[in-house]
């Protein structure tokens, strides 16, 4: 059995109860088509398999693929070798869902990848660090880059909190599962994601500055043109990029797109 890499973040999970949990979180079904994210030694795999219609596996680790078809011996298992952020998601059929133990390190480009995706899973139930978890389903007051631009398309829940004694080896912290269900609907129409992302981005540049001072910095524009651009859009600009909700953010992306060209 290959010992987990410090390089590639690996830590096995063994706990039952747990795998099952995360299994449930994202319940599953037999018509479900499950993307498992760095599978390991398989032990969460063991459990989809028995689930799931069919689970797709994408390992970066070559020996780690190569071991996994002899460790979980499932017909609706397909091993890839891959990393998983050059993996083509348009590969997988509609409504999939993506179930995971991922390295911490993976998380935020892992979920702007899948968020992003022209094909985006339909659920996603990742087991991360619990302070990144609550990252994730942050509320107005605590909100991040990373809760705005998951929220944007999903919306997030916690779920159970896991003790870091339960892998092995034990990571420094204790882990949680989070559980992302796609939007129904997009939250907002006609919205250019790029020029969305660049005002938030700017909001959030200065993580200590109040929202007139990062906008203006991320921006290029002065605090006076700063100062306009949150008034017309009503919003105080002594906040800071925490505590605007994604209501808050849309109303300035609106009052930004009406006068882009003035501030340019």
Known sequence: MPGPKKSLGQHWLKDEATLEAICEAADL?????????????????????????????????????????????????????????????????????????????????????????????????????????????????????????VQLYYQSFLGPVVAAELFEPPPKVDSQVVI?????????????????????????????KKLRGSLAAGLGIGKDEADKLLKNAGINGGLRAQNLSLEDWHKLYKTFESIKIKLQ
């Open 180 to 208: 992302l269900e796609q939007r129904a609907k997009p939250l907002f129409s006609n919205l250019d994601s790029k020029e969305f992302f660049r005002l938030v981005k700017a909001g959030f540049a200065g993580r200590r």
């Open 29 to 149: 079904r037999k018509s479900d088509i499950v993307l498992e994210v760095g599978p390991g030694l398989g032990n969460l795999t063991r459990q989809l398999v028995k689930r799931a219609g069919k689970v797709v596996a994408v390992e970066f680790d070559a020996n780690l693929a190569k071991d996994l078809s002899s460790e979980v011996d499932a017909d609706n298992l397909e091993i890839v070798y891959q990393d998983i952020l050059k993996f083509d998601l348009t590969t997988m059929p509609a409504a999939y869902k993506v179930v995971a133990n991922i390295p911490y390190y993976l998380t935020s480009n892992l979920l702007r990848v899948l968020s992003e995706s022209s094909n985006p899973p339909v659920k996603i139930v990742l087991l991360v660090q619990k302070e990144v978890a609550e990252r994730v389903a942050a509320r107005p007051g605590q909100m991040s880059l990373l809760s705005v631009s």
